[in-house]
């Protein structure tokens, strides 16, 4: 059964860097690109950002690009999203999901992000 | 950037109805169109990728179509359970952006 378990959230000041951690199980991880998709209180969903299956290449929505980074270690079978210089627009639920062209067919129970003095 | 386009934005029907929700592409997506249902509280969960595949274990009441820049999502039969957020999002090109989503209730 394919598992995604995200954990790093929590409360922090506007300015700081949080680091988010999801724990994949279940499928071949170094198969597969992955992806942070977030989703502010009571909106839509928005896609932060992709890697590849090897980590060889990564993209990022403009507004949080040069403030995250996403990377992987598919020895650890896990997938991170560093975020520095946070905003209280950056406030949402957090969820890893399995990336493919197909669409996200796994998705993380998500981690809250909150942005606030 | 492509630009989704989601109506209604809310929808109330009742049980046993039919309906349909909408996605507008700002842009030729070739069918690489993925909708999600995403129940209160809990993770969205992909219903139909390539515009019209189910995904599995998806109900045969849910039922995609559309090519170019038009997609529609039909529910058939409603059942309570369908109570939910649903969005659209293409696969197509970089940002993979979403529709702003469609709340369906029971009337």
């Known amino acids: 059964e394919v598992q995604l378990v995200e954990s790093g959230g929590g409360l922090v000041q506007p300015g700081r860097s949080m680091k988010l951690s999801c724990a994949a199980s279940?499928?071949?991880?170094?198969?597969?690109?992955m992806a942070w998709v977030c989703q502010a209180p009571k909106k839509g969903l928005e896609w932060v950002a992709t890697?590849?299956?090897?980590?060889?290449?990564?993209y990022y929505r403009d507004s949080v690009k040069g403030r995250f980074t996403i990377s992987r270690d598919n020895a650890k079978s896990t997938l991170y999203l560093q975020m520095d210089s946070l905003r209280s627009e950056d406030t949402a639920t957090y969820y890893c999901a399995r990336h493919s062209l197909s669409g996200y067919g796994y998705w993380g129970q998500g981690v809250m992000v909150t942005v606030s003095s | 950037d492509i630009q989704m386009t989601q109506s209604p934005a809310s929808l109330s029907a009742s049980l046993g109805e039919t309906v349909t929700i909408e996605c507008l592409a700002s842009e030729d997506i070739y069918s690489n169109l993925a909708w999600y249902q995403q129940k209160p509280g809990k993770s969205p969960q992909l219903l139909i990728y390539y515009a019209n595949s189910l995904n599995d274990g998806v109900p045969s009441r849910f039922s995609g179509s559309g090519s170019g820049t038009q997609y529609s999502l039909k529910i058939n039969s409603l059942q309570s359970e369908d109570v939910s957020i649903y969005f659209c999002?293409?696969?197509?090109?970089?940002?993979?952006?979403f529709g702003g989503g469609t709340k369906l209730e029971l009337k």
């Open positions: 890697i590849s299956y090897d980590g060889s290449s990564t």
């Open positions: 999002q293409q696969n197509y090109d970089s940002p993979w952006t």
């Open positions: 279940g499928f071949t991880f170094n198969n597969y690109d």
